[in-house]
């Protein structure tokens, strides 16, 4: 798996859409980026999602929240151009602790502790395969 800088970062720009009446990004945008943020992080290891997403493959496995803490910091606006940023905490069994940042420039927008768990096809908890476990703790 190729080699990731962390912490891991993606440009993600504000539209119309991510923000209320008042041109203030809405609280569930902010968990969208985050998606965003794992979902390039994913990629930039080689895993790619829709690789994994055959539930019928004994092979499957996708990740999924289980858990997500996020603190609102500073506000958001309309066109702001933002930077997800994603780091590796932990690393188990079955189960990655990210830290995720929104940064504006130098400023810190908000930030989520997020746990994913790696499901099988069945949705049931599976053990992440040791090359993924790697990649992840390289990260750390």
């Known amino acids: 798996m190729p ?24 609280h569930a ?23 994994h997403a055959d539930r019928s493959s004994p092979d499957a496995i ?18 702001d151009a933002l930077v997800v940023e ?10 990655v602790v990210l830290d995720q940042r929104l940064m504006r420039g130098d400023q810190l927008v908000a930030e989520a502790k997020v746990t994913v768990v790696a499901v099988g096809g069945n949705g049931r908890p599976r053990r992440i395969p040791a090359d993924m476990a790697s990649a992840f703790g390289r990260l750390q």
Do not use: N
Not at 33 to 46: D, H, K, S, V
Not at 86 to 92: A, K
């Open 29 to 51: 945008s902010h968990v969208r980026f985050f998606e965003r943020g794992r979902t390039e992080l994913l990629r930039a290891m080689g895993i790619h999602q829709s690789a």
């Open 3 to 26: 080699d990731v800088p962390s912490p891991h970062t993606h440009p993600v720009r504000v539209y119309w859409e991510d923000t209320d009446a008042g041109g203030i990004v809405y």
């Open 62 to 79: 996708l990740f999924t929240v289980r858990r997500m803490e996020i603190d609102y910091l500073k506000p958001a606006f309309l066109d």
């Open 86 to 95: 994603t780091s590796v905490l932990e690393v188990g069994g079955s189960r």
